[in-house]
């Protein structure tokens, strides 16, 4: 009895990988171009030449959370230490 239920359980867990493995071919793969490295590098050293390219992305900048140095965060830790509104104010959304 067991060696049934394993064999149907093989078949399955076959059907199943085929049925998953023929879903690669379902998507048309892009054609790739026919452009070299070469041309590809010429074209870019000429645009840069021309002044095309541009280097000047510096990206998003992280605003810090707070202003507060890490003492004086510390400092009104442990001023208001055991009460509930400084818990509630850094801890939003409880546990």
Known sequence: M???QLAVAC???VATGVTYAS???EFPL???TQV????VRAEAKAANQAGQM???FVGPTAEPMSHKTREEVRKEALEHKGRDELRDAYFVGGM
């Open 2 to 4: 067991k060696s049934i």
């Open 30 to 32: 892009a054609d790739s």
């Open 11 to 13: 078949a399955i867990l």
């Open 36 to 39: 070299s490295r070469a041309e």
């Open 23 to 25: 879903e690669i071919t």
């Open 54 to 56: 541009r280097y000047d």
